[in-house]
């Protein structure tokens, strides 16, 4: 965890010999993929990476991004994040690793089937979890509560902050210097990112923005609009599995679940009674299986009526292209009111997240009091204490963090450990 000085101020600076601005690619680049639709966003014509490089002669500059995603120590650490249950709950639950991973199949499936550059959804895919705490969403919305002062914290401005600063693997830059397309899709794989009433645009977004603009206010291409279907795919599926596993909720609530009930129901008539596994494995095929194809038929409907020739068009199309068909939309919602009351306010899990936000308060309070109390090379980084570059450092600290080493750390500082 401990942070590494980065690279000189020259060697920041995005330039090159020939003079060529930020976002130029030096050099022969692979081969874009055959087959893709207009409206792809193709490598050819990518905007280039923020310091230049000699591009690979044998990937395309989105497959060179996934491989440096996978490689980065963000991702790794993903393999102990986890999402509702916490680490000691069992072996096999969802961490943001596996999660990722299901992710990335569903945008690879779903690129393929839309004709779009699969190498960039499936970079978008690995990378969409990145930014997110220790302790699932309970770590996010106790660092956010803490740090309200300094901007609070939002997990899609720090996987921006990890993969642009934080991350140290190259001598000549900080990050990974991934290209714009991938860097537009992590920040707005949901769409535009506009100020709102009490909610500004994200201090890390909107200062990488004054640098080298992702154009927040439009709609990102249609492999980030795929990875951001892909998750909520993978998720709704994801939490019935886990959840009847964990015996949060049975075969016969979910039996009068929207949407999944009626798969349910399918399976049973089907089969009569299964093992737990097979029931599981048969529901989650058929119901995976009905999400993706609508996503597929409406999307080629709006592709139809919008009929875009480039990714440009598509960031201008003023909505989303990849999307369910509005009733599709409506069982999803419906579903996911279902997984909210049964699963996540259980008092199994609300009892345990609320101990993992009183963690991440806690150490965050006492690092930004006592810098200290920081490994060597972060508090070097630090203000005075409790002032906010201190804070900043804290929280970026403790964002970086397993659930594992957020338990140790609060063991080496508190002299006590905290049960979940």
């Known amino acids: ?33 055959l087959g893709l639709a207009p409206y792809a966003t193709k490598p050819a014509d990518s905007r280039g990476r923020l310091f230049p490089e000699a591009e690979s002669a044998t990937r395309t500059c989105y497959s060179r991004d996934r491989d440096r995603i996978i490689h980065s120590t963000a991702f790794r650490r993903l393999k102990h994040k986890t999402q509702v249950f916490v680490q000691h709950e069992g ?27 699969e190498d960039l959804a499936e970079a978008l895919a690995l990378a969409h979890d990145l930014g997110h705490t220790p302790f699932g969403h309970s770590g996010e919305e106790a660092l956010s509560a803490v740090t309200a002062d300094i901007g609070g914290f939002d997990h899609n401005a720090h996987a921006l902050r990890l993969v642009t600063k934080l991350e140290h693997r190259y001598a000549d830059f900080d990050g990974l210097n991934l290209t714009w397309e991938t860097l537009e899709g992590l920040v707005k794989h949901n769409g535009p990112i506009l100020p709102r009433v009490g909610k500004p645009v994200p201090g890390p977004i909107a200062g990488f923005d004054t640098r080298w603009t992702l154009e927040l206010s439009s709609w990102p291409g249609l492999e980030a609009q795929v990875a951001a279907l892909a998750d909520d795919i993978a998720y709704i599926n994801h939490d019935i599995d886990d959840g009847l596993r964990a015996g949060i909720f049975r075969v016969t609530d979910l039996a009068e679940a929207p949407l999944a009930g ?9 089969y009569g009674e299964l093992e737990q596994g097979r029931f599981i494995g048969e529901l989650i095929r058929t119901l995976m299986s009905a999400l993706v194809d609508d996503v597929r038929i409406e999307t080629g409907r709006r592709l139809e009526a919008g009929r875009p020739q480039s990714a440009a068009q598509v960031r201008a199309a003023g909505r989303a292209l990849v999307a369910f068909s509005p ?16 699963m996540y306010r259980h008092p199994r899990i609300i009892a345990s997240m609320e101990r993992a936000k009183a963690a991440v308060t806690d150490l965050f309070e006492a690092f930004s009091a006592d810098p ?36 140790s750390e609060y063991a080496r500082v508190f002299k006590t450990e905290i049960l979940l």
């Open 327 to 342: 009733a599709m939309l409506d069982d999803v919602r419906a579903l996911k009111s279902f997984l909210f009351t049964r």
């Open 262 to 270: 009626a798969h349910a129901k399918a399976v049973i008539a089907r």
């Open 91 to 117: 072996d096999y639950y969802r961490t943001r690793l596996t999660h990722s991973l299901e992710v990335a199949q569903i945008a690879r499936a779903l690129a393929r089937t839309l004709a779009v550059d």
């Open 372 to 407: 200290a109390l920081l490994p060597p090379g972060w508090a070097a980084e630090c203000g005075a204490a409790g002032d906010a570059a201190t804070g900043r450092v804290v929280r970026d600290y403790i964002a970086g963090m397993t659930d594992s080493y957020a338990l």
């Open 1 to 33: 965890m401990a942070s590494e000085k980065g690279p000189s101020a020259a060697a920041q600076t995005p330039q090159n010999p020939q003079g060529n601005p930020p976002g130029h690619l030096i050099g022969p680049a692979f081969a874009a993929p």
